[in-house]
């Protein structure tokens, strides 16, 4: 099995538990971190000629329409400067920007991520993999992040979060994977070393995926358990997390009670706060992210909640535009994100950081859903792990997979075209196939001539089971490799109750195919949709317009 470990929030081992969102290295070549500029201090120039009545007459001035005015052509301009570059000195300023942000390889893995299908007004959602690096590899993050014998050491992915903004940007859902949990991990090659590391024969924990060549494997490692395609990463560190919440200012957390996150033995976040709402930022606000012992049931799974209400709380202070009126602070948040993150190629540019915000912007705050992986313990030598709960997870895998909002409302995707069946049922070739092992079940005996005797009795004459492709599916599909049998393929489906929604194009295939899934191991009708559109409640969701308080475990209260 995977390399088994523990760690304390005070203390470091593969097994870490203290990870916020995070960067691995990527700094200057001599491994140190450029610095990030904090706000310019303002001066007035020799010989400008504004003494103290002038300054006085302007900033009286200031306080009327024309003032107004001005404080708003001034942010104009600065996001101008920001974000285009135009003109001498916003371009060299938009460059420097631009030179702060690392960026590396998408994915490391072997197996190529499918193309997103657009819904029926050709519009695609986006998917962002968020991550947060333990990494000690400057003074700052050893400062930050302790455990000395670590310094230097492999960095671990200790935040995960997959971020989904839906075709139609109705929605966000966010889904969280436990850094303790147990799984395959894919093919990865270094880009920098040529470094490769081979498939994982055994489980390993999730968070060692970012020492296998970089957040790119990460990536990959997403891509191998959920099939969700993913369009970008983006990693912070520790220094990264404190700079950044300084640059956007405080942001209200709450607990149910007096925490602090300490033990007898050292370990802990050192996070002390009094019960109700505290405005944490800088360091404090770093320290809420890694609590582990005092929330809950002092496991990872209580410290994903308080980072989802954390995130929450960040979004509904960002989204007041108090913060971002103040030309000061909007050059410090620039600097402080450009400097925080490594992203993927695709996201190389200021530019294109800012346009993906306007995109994650058109999601109104309480269309967004805070979610965690449903899972289950692990036993013996792994009692402090997790594992997918497997029928579960695979729901919001699939949900994700097939952009269906994780809060239940009704989105604004457009009912799938039905194509006019080409030829009479009687001459439809459909090849049935088997797929409905699991992680933990082998294949229902007999669901292949079952479901063919199905479509026999439905007048599909011409169906045959296909016993030599029996690749476990999770959900029952319907595919067609071209677009003249789409119509023939949605028949088949029809016949059966199956949503066209699960009738697709695959170049996989060279004739209509009939997938057993999973979901249908039982000799019933296909299940109904509505049924499976539902979050499972063990998946945690939480709304973004939510204001919810941490459970502060009793044996950490003062």
Not at 184 to 194: A, E
Not at 371 to 399: D, H, L
């Amino acid at each position: 099995m995977g390399r088994s470990s523990t760690r304390g929030e005070g203390t470091r081992s593969r097994g870490r538990h203290d990870g916020p969102p995070g960067r691995s290295g990527g700094g200057a070549s001599d491994g140190t971190r450029p610095k990030s500029h904090g706000r310019r201090e303002r001066s007035t120039p020799a010989g400008s000629g504004q003494g103290p009545a002038r300054a006085d007459r302007r900033r009286a001035a200031g306080k009327g329409k024309g003032g107004k005015r001005r404080v708003l052509r001034w942010v104009a301009s600065v996001l101008a400067l920001l974000i285009l570059g135009t003109g001498g000195a916003g371009y060299l300023y938009y460059k420097h920007l631009n030179g702060n942000i690392r960026k590396e390889d998408l994915t490391l893995g072997d197996k190529a991520m499918a193309d997103h299908k657009a819904n029926a007004a050709g519009q695609t959602p986006l998917n962002i993999l968020l991550i947060g690096s333990d990494a000690r590899d400057s003074k700052a993050n050893q400062e930050l992040g302790g455990a000395k014998e670590t310094f230097g050491g492999t960095p671990l992915a200790d935040v995960q979060m997959l971020l989904h903004l839906s075709a139609d940007r109705s929605n966000i859902s966010v889904l969280s994977m436990p850094r303790d949990t147990m799984l395959k991990m894919p093919r990865c090659t270094d880009p920098k070393s040529d470094k490769v590391y081979p498939a994982s024969t055994v489980d390993v924990q999730t968070n060692e995926s970012l020492g296998r060549g970089g957040p790119g494997c990460t990536v990959a490692t997403w891509y191998e358990l959920t099939g969700i395609t993913i369009d970008h990463f983006m990693m912070i560190d520790f220094e990264g997390v404190v700079s950044m919440a300084d640059a956007v200012g405080g942001v209200p957390v709450c607990v149910d009670a007096n925490v602090y996150s300490h033990t007898s033995t050292g370990k802990g976040s050192g996070l002390k706060l009094k019960e109700g709402t505290t405005s944490v930022q800088g360091k404090q606000a770093l320290q809420w992210l890694r609590t582990r012992y005092g929330f809950e049931d002092n496991t990872d799974l209580g410290r994903t909640k308080a980072q989802h209400q954390y995130l929450n709380s960040m979004v509904r202070e960002l989204r007041k535009g108090t913060k971002l009126t103040d030309p000061g602070k909007l050059m410090d948040l620039a600097e402080a994100a450009t400097g925080a993150l490594t992203v993927d190629k695709g996201l190389d540019t200021v530019k294109k950081l800012y346009d993906l915000a306007e995109e994650l912007k058109k999601a109104p705050t309480d269309r967004i859903t805070m979610t965690t992986m449903p899972n289950v313990y692990g036993t013996g030598q792994f009692s402090g792990r997790v594992y997918p709960k497997a029928e579960e997870a695979e729901q919001v895998f699939r949900m994700i997979r097939e952009d269906i909002p994780l809060d239940g409302k009704a989105s604004k995707r457009k009912t799938p075209v039905v194509k006019d069946q080409a030829a009479p049922t009687a001459e439809i070739a459909v090849s049935v196939r088997n797929a409905t092992s699991t992680d933990t079940l082998g294949p229902a005996q007999g669901r292949a001539t079952t479901v063919k005797d199905l479509l026999t009795d439905a007048g599909f004459a011409k169906a045959t089971i296909d016993s030599q492709n029996v690749e476990a599916a999770a959900r029952t599909g319907v595919l067609y490799p071209s677009a003249d049998l789409e119509g023939d393929a949605q028949a088949v489906a029809k016949a059966l109750g199956i949503p066209v929604s699960q009738v697709k194009k695959s170049t996989d295939v060279s004739g209509i195919v009939l997938s057993v899934g999973a979901d249908w191991r039982k000799d019933e009708a296909y299940p109904a949709k509505a049924a499976e559109e539902k979050t499972p409640e063990s998946a945690n969701p939480l709304n973004g317009a939510e204001k919810a308080c941490m459970h502060v475990n009793p044996s950490f209260t003062w």
